[in-house]
């Protein structure tokens, strides 16, 4: 159980173009997400927590305009990476809350490659 | 402002143990995470313990939480080399953070012959 799934697992887009993610709790229903970021080599980064029906919460120095997050229902968010810039080529993971405890599941990554 | 910290490396010989250490500061922290991501994979849970317990075991895995210190450990038993990967540990802050974790910047893991 608790599987979390991300489409697509790997992405090439040109520089200008938008790219949507989508992160989807498989078998349970997750009334929040979170999405991050990791750079090689380096630990995960927080960009926003998503519940479902509202506004996300992005962390400080996330812009909100360039990476516009859903979550539209129970088992669905997604992430889209508006005018996307070579700098904004990274792993791209997300997770989804289940459970009492809030234990995070997270996703498998998405590779995004800006050229 | 909350900080986990853990050592960069370890290498350890296959069968043998491995303890990954790390450290937090955040006395309010509810519940303690164990990650492991292989390259180019997500992370996948290992375990969790709960801030009030001492001790968790699960199969190979023994989870130590010395909550004095701030200091959460996890040894591998008969360490073998689909082991090799790089262990995060996590801590989860009070219950009105939405769930937030705080990671550690991982520990690779690397287990030779």
Request: hydrophobic fraction near 30%; include cysteine.
């Amino acid at each position: 159980g608790a599987v979390v799934s991300q489409h697509p697992s790997w992405v090439i887009c040109k520089s200008g173009t938008s790219v949507k993610i989508e992160c989807r709790s498989l078998d349970f229903q997750a009334t929040t997400m979170f999405w991050y970021r990791q750079f090689p080599k380096q630990s995960l980064m927080l960009m926003a927590t998503s519940n479902e029906g509202s506004k996300a919460t992005y962390e400080q120095g996330v812009e909100k305009d360039k990476f516009l997050i859903n979550h539209a229902s129970l088992t669905l968010s997604t992430l889209t990476v508006t005018s996307a810039h070579p700098e904004d080529s990274s792993f791209y993971i997300c997770s989804a809350s289940e459970g009492s405890t809030d234990t995070q599941y997270f996703g498998p990554g998405t590779r995004l490659t800006v050229l | 402002g909350e900080d986990v910290e853990q050592s960069l490396f370890l290498s350890v010989r296959e069968g043998d143990s491995s303890v990954i250490n790390c450290t937090y500061t955040d006395s309010s922290s509810t519940y303690l995470y164990w990650y492991k991501q292989e390259p180019g994979a997500g992370l996948q849970l290992l375990t969790y313990i709960f801030s009030n317990m001492d001790m968790k075991q699960d199969q190979r895995l023994t989870v130590l939480l010395n909550k004095k210190d701030k200091h959460l450990s996890l040894r591998i038993a008969d360490t073998q080399t689909g082991d090799s990967a790089i262990y995060f540990c996590a801590e989860r802050g009070p219950t009105d953070s939405w769930g937030k974790l705080q990671f550690g910047a991982g520990t690779q893991v690397v287990v030779t012959p």
